[in-house]
């Protein structure tokens, strides 16, 4: 299995209420359920108000290398990166578990 592990910040002056975050927060809390190589999913808002904590996790798992790729090409995988490209940045770890 390879965990896939996603963190989101905020691009400077944009707020989690801002209408392109909202419904980028929507698309990628259903994306676990419309992609089936996905076979663990969560999709959290970070709870604390540190300096250094990222706004918005993924916590995912697939079965393998292939599986990875697949998710990551999905249509509905690319069209949530596109939303989350307007308004934040994010860091990718990927490992064998």
């Known amino acids: 299995m390879i965990r896939h592990?996603?963190?989101f910040k905020l691009n400077e002056g944009v707020d989690r209420?801002?209408?392109r975050v909202?419904?980028?927060?929507?698309?990628?809390?259903?994306?676990g359920g419309r992609i089936d190589?996905?076979?663990f999913w969560e999709f959290g808002s970070n709870i604390t108000d540190r300096p250094i904590a990222?706004?918005?996790a993924i916590n995912s798992?697939?079965?393998?290398a292939d599986a990875l790729q697949?998710?990551?090409?999905?249509?509905?995988?690319q069209a949530g990166v596109a939303l989350w490209r307007?308004?934040?940045t994010w860091v990718v770890a990927d490992y064998e578990f």
């Not at 909202?22 to 994306?31: H, K, M, Q, S």
């Not at 798992?61 to 393998?64: E, F, L």
């Not at 697949?70 to 995988?77: C, D, G, N, S, V």
């Open 70 to 77: 697949r998710y990551l090409e999905h249509p509905a995988h």
């Open 17 to 19: 209420d801002d209408p």
């Open 22 to 31: 909202v419904e980028g927060v929507a698309a990628f809390r259903a994306l």
């Open 54 to 56: 990222h706004d918005f």
């Open 86 to 88: 307007e308004f934040a």
């Open 5 to 7: 592990l996603v963190l």
């Open 61 to 64: 798992a697939v079965d393998d």
């Open 37 to 39: 190589e996905v076979r």
